[in-house]
């Protein structure tokens, strides 16, 4: 308390500059007193005078102890350091100005790319302790995968409940089964995204509700009777007008009654970052009246890996490692109890946080933040760089000044503060410049987002960690570009600066071996940052330049579930032909056709053997897409078929099984043979299915991804109540959105018709996060081009200045316009070939790490490289042609006179 | 060096509260000659360092100062023990005491050991 008393009169006195004069007064009157006692003992004026003085200690000394306790001295050399700063930028608005700027860009650069990193990867789940829970996955080494990362699959419902009930190494585990719901009760039936959860849900995840209650433990074992519901807090408020007396109210959802028990906490909004905010929860053993289709057929089947997901809470002190071998052992069991279903089928645990942006995904998500990062942090060092010669070259100028101070007795330390200081403030001028560009750039990047991301509760804020990342970067960089100028200014060699007289001498730059370093390393820099850029610019494009496989143009469809409205399959094929002759027959519309899959939307995936292969003979079955389509599908998305037939009416229930095949799943399965006439069956299913056609490859899951099989079924032969309506159009599919609505809702009002894209929209989504990041990478690759060019520029003009005597003298002797030419480029050159040589050496390294890692790079596309190398070589060629053309104009009897 | 200062500081700081408990309101000249007088050659040089000791014991509100006249009329600043002062001044004169007195059995056995 006390000393906290004392520390805020030494601020005060610290700011108010410590008043002298009261304690002069004082001084006075205990040296007259003390004088005048001395007379009294004998002593002469002076000599009183003089032994009181000494017994004091000198005037000065104690004002000076008294006013460092009046004041705190640390703060006040700050304060005094910080008031010649920001005279020092003051009198230097150009430099100021400069600096401030690139330092803005650079650090504006690296807020925006932390605020997406921050909001996606960062982005704690709003649970308790959450290091402690672990996703679990199957892994399954005897089903044969072709989608590009997904070596961990969800697990079956009875394997989970095996798991939960014998395990070790959880407190308790939960399931989760993403699920959309249609809420009606609203003026238009609405779909909702929810998921299906066992009790433990929310138990694990260890949240409080933030109205109501949470599910009981056993509210998940009554099929078909737990009709109870949890809200999240954004679905309450956004959609319910937060309603306080939601609790026990009903919500019709897919035509039945659930009542409201809980609201869950603001901000959270499930396991899964891309989730929308607005979410249902229900038990799962109202499974049957939510799942539609295969997902309710296989629920039970424990070879099926419908299951979303799995996650438990370690118990404490159990690493995830020990947890994962001893579910490991537990899989073997699973394995030999059950091995028709379990064989080759183990668990595999990964963190919660990071399975939060998909477990199969988040290795490349992470790698891309990483490699943005390390883009934007390398344009800040270029900057850094910049800075760094740009207060060499300042604090060259102003060596008198700070010889003078030297000479008047302050010390190195003092100096180097006190440059730092500049720096500091420099760099925390741009930090905060740069912070507002981060926030435009921001609400920029946010404003081009598309529907799918705004619907998701991913929140682009310039929260408390962003400004933190900010005033650290800030900090950083003020250390950086300010310690080297600030440690060589402190030290120049004082008198010879003094009696040069403050000029710069005619120190060539070749004996100047720092500034020489600054721009190798800033060549090198530029090429690290612009060929990282550039291969993943060039994959990027490679990715877009995809073949889809079917017509993009004038397509239009929409999603909708019968399996809500609870159709039994007769009365849903009979609404597909009565929708589909419905919307055929309506102006603009040239074909449709209905679809268990979303187009570039993946779809419901089984486990194939081909005849004569199955798992009896200790075969491994491939994992594939299946569509359920109506005739008219290849057609309608212009898909060729290359060989055999395209499904048509005769493909009924009663008739022989048919299939279409990708060439993919052809060139898979049955290379160099016939693939028509060929059969396989599905795993628990031993139908066998005669393939009858094959169909050119078309996108199945995304943009720019290997050929996948895929395999088609006639919907006649293979019902699924949830489909997609596609509808090719002979105009602008727009114009027939409303009437196609109408058709559809014309044969059932209770429908929620919902995802209604052109497939051009649905590309746009999908490529949004490439495009973007291709914009963004080109953009700070022009910016570290910018800010590299202009620092050789600086450096080699610098230099070239310094040297104006030097190349006086030579042509005042008789050296040639040319010959000066040559000097100074060839100067510029061979810093620029080490520089790049470099560059190229560090980048080689660097992105083969890098690029192992991600797909379709290549670490030594050679264009890039080249294309690179001849930009940076442009680059440092002007800006060494520029100050020496300057040089060769130099009149010698002007440049030996100039100081 | 700096545990030194902090040493004579804290001594000297206690020596200032005990002459003003004894004397009542004194001006730092006189809380000098007293502690001369009493501690021999302690301060003998060094009246200076008084003053930064009584403007910390001030901030810290354990004393009170204001102007006032002194024996033959001049103006002098007058310090005065506050009421936190003195409840200080107890607890360091006794912990002082302890410490002495722990230091001195530490001491006086040490010669007989060693």
């Not at chain 1, 007396?245 to 909004?269: E, M, N, S």
């Not at chain 1, 503060?417 to 921001?442: D, F, I, N």
């Not at chain 1, 102006?587 to 053997?609: D, H, L």
């Amino acid at each position: 308390m006390k000393m906290l008393r004392a520390f805020w009169l030494r601020l005060a006195g610290t700011v108010q500059g410590g008043s002298r004069d009261s304690f002069a007064e004082e001084l006075e009157g205990h040296l007259q007193m003390h004088t005048e006692d001395n007379v009294r003992k004998g002593m002469t004026a002076t000599e009183a005078r003089r032994e009181a003085l000494m017994k004091l200690g000198g005037i000065e000394q104690t004002k000076e102890l008294y006013h460092d306790r009046q004041t705190l001295p640390v703060l006040e050399v700050f304060m005094q350091d910080l008031r010649y700063g920001l005279r020092m930028l003051q009198k230097n608005p150009g430099f100021t100005a400069v600096a401030v700027l690139s330092l803005a860009l650079g650090i504006g650069a690296n807020t925006t790319i932390f605020t997406v990193v921050n909001a996606i990867l960062l982005n704690a789940l709003p649970v308790r302790d959450l290091p402690r829970l672990v996703e679990m996955d199957t892994v399954d080494s005897k089903t044969l995968v072709t989608q590009a990362r997904s070596e961990k699959l969800g697990m079956s419902f009875p394997n989970f409940q095996d798991y939960r009930r014998d395990n070790q190494v959880f407190t308790d585990l939960a399931a989760f089964v993403p699920i959309a719901v249609t809420w009606s009760g609203g003026a238009e039936p609405r779909q909702l995204q929810g998921e299906l959860v066992s009790a433990t849900y929310f138990e694990v995840l260890g949240i409080r509700p933030a109205r109501g209650r949470f599910f009981m433990p056993d509210e998940d074992t009554k099929p078909n009777g737990n009709d109870v519901a949890v809200l999240s807090y954004a679905l309450w408020a956004n959609k319910l007008g937060s309603d306080p007396g939601i609790i026990g109210k009903p919500l019709i959802l897919d035509a039945r009654p659930y009542t409201v028990i809980g609201v869950a906490p603001r901000g959270f909004r499930g396991t899964i970052t891309f989730f929308s905010s607005e979410q249902v929860w229900i038990p799962i053993s109202m499974k049957d009246q939510v799942l539609g289709g295969k997902a309710k057929d296989f629920f039970n089947e424990r070879r099926a890996l419908t299951l979303g997901g799995t996650f438990g809470r370690l118990k404490p002190g159990l690493e995830m490692s020990a947890a994962e071998a001893s579910l490991k052992t537990m899989a073997t069991h699973l394995e030999a109890e059950f091995p028709k279903d379990n064989s080759g089928r183990s668990v595999a645990l990964s963190p919660l946080a990071d399975a939060a942006v998909g477990v199969n995904d988040h290795k490349r998500i992470a790698l891309a933040g990483t490699m943005m990062m390390g883009v934007v942090g390398l344009v800040l060092l270029i900057a850094c760089v910049n800075l760094a010669n740009l207060l060499l070259a300042q604090g060259a100028r102003r060596q008198k000044e700070i010889s003078l101070r030297a000479a008047l007795g302050a010390g190195r330390t003092r100096i180097v503060r006190q440059m730092l200081t500049e720096s500091m403030l420099l760099s925390l001028a741009g930090g905060a410049v740069g912070l507002a560009l981060a926030y435009a750039g921001r609400s920029i990047l946010w404003s081009f987002r598309p529907p799918f991301i705004e619907d998701s509760g991913i929140n682009l804020a310039l929260d408390s960690h962003v400004l933190l990342f900010t005033l650290i970067v800030a900090i950083l960089t003020g250390f950086i570009f300010g310690l080297v100028p600030a440690v060589k200014a402190s030290r120049p060699d004082l008198m010879e600066t003094l009696n040069a007289g403050g000029r710069g001498g005619t120190i060539g730059w070749q004996r100047d071996p720092l500034r020489s370093l600054l721009v190798i390393g800033e060549m090198a820099l530029a090429l690290i940052t612009l060929v990282g850029a550039g291969l993943f610019l060039h994959s990027m494009q490679n990715a877009q330049k995809t073949e889809l496989g079917f017509e993009s143009k004038n397509l239009l469809t929409m999603n909708f579930d019968l399996g809500a409205l609870h159709y039994e399959e007769g009365r849903g094929q009979q609404f597909y032909r009565a929708a589909i002759e419905k919307v055929k027959n309506s102006p603009g519309v040239a074909s449709v056709s209905i679809a268990s899959n979303p187009p570039i939307g993946g779809g419901f995936a089984r486990t194939v053997f081909p005849e004569g292969r199955d798992e009896a003979s200790g075969n491994r079955g491939t994992l594939t897409v299946v569509d359920d389509v109506t005739p008219d599908y290849f057609e309608t998305l212009r898909i060729p078929v290359s060989r055999g037939r395209s499904f048509n009416d005769g493909d009924r229930k009663e008739t022989a099984a048919v299939a279409i095949a990708s060439e993919a799943m052809v060139k898979l399965h049955w290379p160099n043979e016939d693939a028509l006439g060929k059969r396989f069956h599905f795993i628990g299913d031993m139908t066998l299915r005669e393939i009858v056609g094959v169909v050119a490859n078309s996108v199945v899951n995304e943009v720019g991804e290997e050929p996948q099989p895929i395999l088609f079924l006639p919907m006649t032969q293979d019902y699924v109540p949830a489909a997609t309506l596609h509808v090719r159009t002979t105009g602008k599919p727009e114009a027939v959105v409303a009437t196609t609505r109408a058709a559809l809702q014309s044969l059932d009002p209770n429908l929620a018709i919902t995802n209604v894209f052109t497939i051009e929209q649905i590309l746009s989504q999908a490529l949004w996060a490439p495009r973007m990041g291709g914009i963004l990478l080109a953009l700070f690759g022009g910016l570290a081009l910018l800010l590299s060019a202009v620092g050789v520029y600086g450096v080699l003009s610098y230099s070239v200045n310094q040297q104006t005597r030097e190349i006086g003298l030579r042509m005042a002797l008789g050296a040639q316009r040319g010959d000066v030419m040559r000097l100074i480029l060839g100067q510029g050159l061979r810093l620029t070939v080490v520089g790049l040589s470099l560059g190229i050496l560090v980048a080689l390294g660097l992105m083969r790490v890098l690029v192992s890692l991600l797909f379709d790079v290549r670490a030594y596309d050679p264009s890039t490289y080249t294309a690179v190398t001849l930009l940076l070589t442009a680059v440092a060629l002007l800006a060494c042609y520029i100050p020496a053309r300057r040089a060769m104009r130099i009149d010698p009897m002007v440049a030996l006179r100039y100081d | 060096m700096a545990d030194k200062v902090d040493v004579w500081q804290g001594t000297l700081a206690l020596m200032i509260l005990k002459t003003l408990e004894a004397l009542g309101p004194l001006h730092g000249y006189g809380i000098a000659r007293r502690i001369e007088q009493t501690s021999g050659d302690l301060l003998a040089v060094n009246y200076g360092t008084l003053y930064p000791a009584l403007l910390k014991l001030e901030q810290e509100g354990h004393i009170a100062s204001e102007w006032g006249q002194s024996d033959n009329n001049r103006k002098a600043k007058y310090y005065k023990l506050t009421r936190a002062g003195r409840k200080f001044l107890d607890r360091e004169e006794r912990d002082w005491e302890q410490t002495t007195a722990i230091l001195a059995r530490f001491l006086a056995p040490g010669k007989e050991s060693a």
